[in-house]
């Protein structure tokens, strides 16, 4: 079955550090991972979608990496600012068949100023 | 905007209630989730829809059933509302296996409260 790890758990920044948040998969034979910002009380706004073909994704200040080999993926954060506060969640579909993802529990972040 | 719609985002019910939470997605999207989110236990799967009629249980159905008699709406009951089922619950919609997309959009969630 597969497993999805993220550390940490929470991390506190300084506001303008560039910083890296982890998530690990125990299974390789993946369809696609996605990264998602949860604000608190809020549902899950999706962030970065990498499918198994691709290595990497950018939007803005974000950069998600997917290395399958490794069973890892980073999501890169430059130049972090209070507003990318939230808990980051990553989730794996793994190929197969199953259209259910696998969600890790998150990484909280806290930027101040 | 694609959107996935959860018509409450606060509710407080009374124990023996029979709640309905409803859940409307605009992108012709195949598959619907319902999600429980509580402090220290993560995402847990309470149901899921793959089509229209079709349920399939999740991790954990116990005192839910869900309805889906239309494709974009999904439905999530509580039978008879319990205090261990104040939680966050979130809604979520997919296409079903395509090479182009694949990715999860979510609702803004509800704030379940049982008194």
């Known amino acids: 079955k597969q497993e999805v790890t993220q550390i940490p758990a929470a991390l506190s920044v300084p506001e303008g550090e560039n910083l890296v948040l982890n998530c690990s998969f125990t299974?390789?034979?993946?369809?696609?991972l996605q990264w998602f910002r949860q604000d608190p009380g809020k549902g899950l706004t999706s962030l970065l979608l990498?499918?198994?073909?691709?290595r990497e994704q950018t939007s803005g200040r974000l950069n998600a990496s997917l290395d399958k080999s490794s069973g890892r993926s980073t999501l890169y954060i430059a130049a972090s600012q209070p507003g990318d506060s939230a808990t980051y969640l990553c989730a794996v579909k793994e190929s197969g068949g199953s259209y259910i993802p696998t969600f890790g529990r998150g990484t909280s972040l806290i930027v101040h100023p | 905007d694609v959107k996935v719609t959860q018509s409450s985002r606060y509710l407080v019910k009374r124990t023996g209630e029979k709640v309905f939470l409803e859940c409307v997605q605009d992108m012709d999207h195949e598959n619907m989730f319902w999600y429980r989110q509580d402090p220290g236990l993560g995402l847990r799967l309470i149901y899921f829809?793959?089509?229209?009629?079709?349920?399939e249980k999740g991790d954990i159905p116990e005192g839910y059933s869900v309805s889906r008699e239309k494709k974009e709406r999904f439905s999530l009951i509580l039978e008879s509302a319990s205090t261990n089922q104040t939680s966050m619950y979130l809604c979520?919609?997919?296409?079903?296996?395509?090479?182009?997309?694949?990715?999860?959009?979510f609702g803004s969630g509800t704030r379940l409260t049982v008194v």
């Open positions: 990498i499918q198994s073909s691709q």
């Open positions: 299974d390789s034979a993946i369809y696609n």
């Open positions: 979520a919609s997919s296409l079903w296996r395509t090479p182009s997309s694949g990715g999860y959009t």
């Open positions: 829809s793959y089509d229209v009629k079709m349920k």
